[in-house]
Nanobody
């Protein structure tokens, strides 16, 4: 079982930056892929970024590509999301997730199984 705890959310003006961090604990962490999802009120959950093999493979949603960077620190058991050039449409609850690496739709990807409680990000215009 893996426990995930997020931190770093908050309020910022458009164009600003925030860094989210997720600390993982429990057994089986070393074999996991990790990522960040977000969900805004009335919208479907969106996968923002995911990292496999401790950062050697990363995927980003088109909406954040070039502005967000995901990084994983194996020594600290953390996965961070650096968010730059934030926009009001980035406002959402952000959840850390972890899972196992699976071959899906022609590529290796992260099959998420574990979720954190979430941290709120609010971007004002």
């Amino acid at each position: 079982q893996v426990q995930l705890v997020e931190s770093g959310g908050g309020s910022v003006q458009a164009g600003g930056s925030l860094r989210l961090s997720c600390a993982a604990s429990g057994s089986g962490y070393s074999s996991l892929c990790m990522g960040w999802f977000r969900q805004a009120p009335g919208k479907e959950r969106e996968r923002v970024a995911v990292t496999l093999y401790y950062g050697s493979t990363t995927y980003y949603s088109d909406s954040v590509k070039g502005r967000f960077t995901i990084s994983q620190d194996n020594a600290k058991n953390t996965v961070d999301l650096q968010m730059n050039s934030l926009k009001p449409e980035d406002t959402a609850m952000y959840h850390c997730a972890a899972g196992s690496i699976q071959y899906v739709n022609g590529r290796w990807d992260c099959d998420t199984k574990y979720w954190g409680q979430g941290t709120q990000v609010t971007v004002s215009s």
